[in-house]
Nanobody, 122 residues
Framework: QAQLVESGGDSVQAGGSLTLSCKAS???????MAWFRQAPGKEREAVAT???????TYSDSVKGRFTISRVTAESTLYLQMNNLKPDDTAMYYC?????????????????WGQGAQVTVSS
């Protein structure tokens, strides 16, 4: 099973930007890849997904501020986050679903990274 390693987490002030990276030991654009986040005391939620046809989805809370992308040659999935808000504070995880299509449900994903902490202060 491919290993997923996130990086780029940091502490920033509201209004700032961060880019998260997820490096895969084995990467294929045939599968769905996604970013989830989990804040303390809350369930893990889908933030952005990218399917094998490069179709993207975003949660309403991040739409217009976050962008998911992948560079197959680099075996890397990215999450560009702009205009960050304190409510974006969470552990962010990248995940792979062994399917062409994506899901918004965390239990539909087969492979997870260890997470990257994002903290946004007001």
């Amino acid at each position: 099973q491919a290993q997923l390693v996130e990086s780029g987490g940091d502490s920033v002030q509201a209004g700032g930007s961060l880019t998260l990276s997820c490096k895969a030991s084995r990467f294929t654009a045939r599968y769905c890849m996604a970013w989830f986040r989990q804040a303390p005391g809350k369930e893990r939620e889908a933030v952005a997904t990218l399917d094998s046809d490069s179709k993207t989805t975003y949660s309403d809370s991040v739409k217009g501020r976050f962008t998911i992308s992948r560079v197959t040659a680099e075996s890397t999935l990215y999450l560009q986050m702009n205009n960050l808000k304190p409510d974006d504070t969470a552990m962010y995880y990248c995940a792979t679903r062994f399917s062409y299509d994506c899901s918004q449900e965390a239990d539909q994903y087969n492979n997870w990274g260890q997470g990257a902490q994002v903290t946004v202060s007001s």
